[in-house]
């Protein structure tokens, strides 16, 4: 396949974006605009808008809907500046809409080689970065391509690595001042992480870091032998950034090979971690590890947020994450200091987390050849889908998975560009499995209630300054809870799975809220 440009003339609509990083480092001061991809670089995925609140939230309706060219799960999460919406489209199709009537601007979709390779994944895209006048995209085929924003003509078109060894791209680009930063999938064909920094202007990249290190630096005493070299630890989420303090905060995946780590022992840093790296040159200032030697494939890819609080009578600045393993922990944004982890689903692996935040595991709970019963499974209490922080109410949103796996164990065999796994996981179905939106106390993970779910959600959250809590199901109903109380308010059968994050702007002084859901992308509005 070719890659496509497809531009259309739209009268007087602007079909160019001009977004600085000064603009999306104070988007507080335009809450019209969604200018990257959890909403602020704070990964809040919080609304200041009001218009849509809890009194007509009920009056909500589809104001225009864009399906996509090609079926696949869709799970972006568009960027919207200056009229114009940008969203990905499965694969890794770029399309520019106009926001006011959802008509294409512009689509482009790159060249993906037919023996491509996806371990992993499904050949998914979660959004773009803009920064300037350009529209930021990696690619399946391990490529991040650089589009003028007002034609979709390419710019610059560098390759990540070679995707031939497993290496490939999903996750929306971080744009910086100076700095587009992009994270690697393939943990399941045996790849070494890393996290990459590329020149806007040019494609040049500008540094590597290895979330495994090789022999010789930090952490590399945690591996043995040369298992380093197909340690896995993907970073395939976008990450936050504190511009106050220069410091980009990032997730890791599992280790490689899954599910059996007797040819890896130790705690095999820096996956299933979250580090703080300074964007400059990508020197890791702390890093915090989740799951020690993950044998369960609990990757820390969920979103970090960052907010500024009061613990311990103390004022802090701290980073939360609801991981994958089930704990909801809060951490020294600074300094990476272990403050609290409380359990927001339901687990079994874990007796406790110790005084510096590293788990105690509970006895018999590791795969086995037969299978071994564990909550949570094996896609996590958690996984890629956004969480929201609302510092209105002060609560952490997060759309939770209660649901087990029996994990089993197999033995290795590496192989590049095949599946470097051992062994897997069976699903415990039916009644045993459902989901919950909770909305947890942001300092501490208490609950303070949760809205149930017939099934394990994979959709993310937005919550709005209206009061208001979006989120959507797997049997495509998308709703609206008071963001005080978790009472549903609103809901809207959609006709096809919600597997996407929602996000919200206006335009023309109207509020609009927007979700992918099946093959299509859904505006609703006021009417």
């Known amino acids: 396949m070719r890659s496509v440009v497809l531009a259309v003339a739209l009268g007087s609509v602007t079909v160019w974006a001009q977004i600085p990083f000064d603009r999306i480092a104070h988007t507080?001061?335009?809450?019209?605009?969604?200018?990257?991809?959890?909403?602020?670089?704070?990964?809040?995925?919080f609304s200041p808008l009001t218009q849509i609140d809890r009194q007509n939230v009920a009056r909500l309706k589809v104001a225009w809907v864009y399906q996509v060219r090609?079926?696949?799960?869709?799970?972006?999460?568009?960027?919207?500046?200056?009229?114009?919406?940008?969203?990905?489209?499965?694969?890794?199709?770029?399309?520019?809409?106009?926001?006011?009537?959802?008509?294409?601007?512009?689509?482009?979709?790159?060249?993906?080689?037919?023996?491509?390779?996806?371990?992993?994944?499904?050949?998914?895209?979660?959004g773009v970065a803009i920064l300037g006048d350009t529209v930021f995209v990696g690619t399946v085929h391990g490529h991040l391509i650089a589009l003028d924003a007002r034609s979709g003509a390419v710019r610059w078109n560098v390759t990540v690595d070679d995707n031939k060894f497993g290496y490939y791209v999903t996750s929306a680009p971080l744009a910086l001042d100076g700095r587009i930063i992009v994270g690697v999938s393939g943990a399941e064909a045996g790849i070494r992480g890393f996290l990459?920094?590329?020149?806007?202007?040019?494609?040049?990249?500008?540094?590597?870091?290895?979330?495994?290190?090789?022999?010789?630096?930090?952490?590399?005493?945690?591996?043995?032998?040369?298992?380093?070299?197909?340690?896995?630890?993907?970073?395939?989420?976008?990450?936050?950034?504190?511009?106050?303090?220069?410091?980009?905060?990032?997730?890791?995946?599992?280790p490689g090979p899954d599910w059996n780590g007797d040819l890896r022992p130790g705690d095999n840093l820096y996956t299933c971690?979250?580090?703080?790296?300074?964007?400059?040159?990508?020197?890791?200032?702390?890093?915090?590890?989740?799951?020690?030697?993950?044998?369960?494939?609990w990757d820390a890819n969920e979103i970090p947020v960052l907010f500024d609080a009061t613990i311990g009578g103390r004022p802090r600045k701290v980073v939360a994450m609801a991981n994958r393993n089930a704990f909801y922990y809060v951490l020294d944004r600074e300094t990476g200091e272990f403050l609290s982890a409380t359990p927001y689903a339901k687990q079994t692996w874990a007796e406790r987390i110790d005084a510096k935040?590293?788990?105690?595991?509970?006895?018999?709970?590791?795969?086995?050849?037969?299978?071994?019963?564990?909550?949570?499974?094996?896609?996590?209490?958690?996984?890629?889908?956004?969480?929201?922080?609302?510092?209105?109410?002060?609560?952490?949103?997060?759309?939770?998975?209660?649901?087990?796996?029996?994990?089993?164990?197999?033995?290795?065999?590496?192989?590049?560009?095949?599946?470097?796994?051992?062994?897997?996981g069976r699903a415990v179905?039916?009644?045993?499995?459902?989901?919950?939106?909770r909305a947890l106390e942001a300092t501490t993970g208490r609950l303070k209630w949760e809205f149930k779910l017939i099934t394990p959600p994979m959709s993310g959250v937005l919550s709005t300054a209206g009061g208001l809590v979006f989120g959507g199901t797997d049997e495509g109903n998308f709703f609206a809870l008071d963001a005080e109380t978790g009472k549903p308010l609103w809901d809207l059968q959609l006709g096809g799975a919600v597997r996407a994050n929602p996000i919200s702007f206006a335009v023309d002084g109207k509020q609009y809220v927007a979700i992918a859901a099946g093959y299509s992308l859904f505006v609703l509005a006021l009417p």
């Open 273 to 297: 971690s979250l580090i703080a790296l300074n964007p400059t040159d990508g020197k890791i200032k702390w890093h915090f590890q989740f799951t020690p030697h993950d044998i369960h494939d």
């Open 28 to 45: 507080d001061q335009e809450p019209s605009s969604w200018l990257t991809y959890s909403g602020n670089y704070q990964s809040h995925r």
């Open 357 to 424: 935040g590293r788990p105690i595991r509970r006895p018999g709970t590791e795969p086995s050849v037969e299978g071994t019963l564990v909550f949570p499974n094996i896609q996590g209490a958690s996984n890629w889908p956004s969480p929201s922080y609302s510092p209105q109410t002060g609560l952490f949103y997060q759309a939770a998975r209660e649901m087990g796996t029996y994990f089993f164990k197999g033995e290795p065999s590496y192989k590049p560009g095949e599946a470097f796994v051992a062994g897997g």
């Open 196 to 254: 990459d920094a590329y020149d806007p202007a040019t494609g040049k990249r500008i540094w590597r870091t290895h979330t495994v290190p090789a022999p010789g630096e930090a952490g590399s005493d945690t591996w043995n032998g040369d298992s380093w070299k197909t340690g896995g630890g993907s970073a395939w989420l976008t990450g936050s950034y504190d511009p106050a303090l220069n410091l980009v905060y990032w997730g890791t995946g599992n």
């Open 70 to 126: 090609r079926t696949g799960i869709v799970e972006t999460s568009p960027i919207v500046g200056d009229g114009v919406m940008y969203l990905t489209e499965p694969p890794s199709t770029v399309t520019a809409l106009d926001v006011r009537t959802g008509r294409p601007v512009w689509t482009y979709s790159p060249a993906i080689p037919k023996d491509v390779i996806i371990i992993g994944s499904p050949p998914v895209n979660r």
């Open 429 to 437: 179905n039916g009644d045993d499995a459902w989901g919950a939106i």
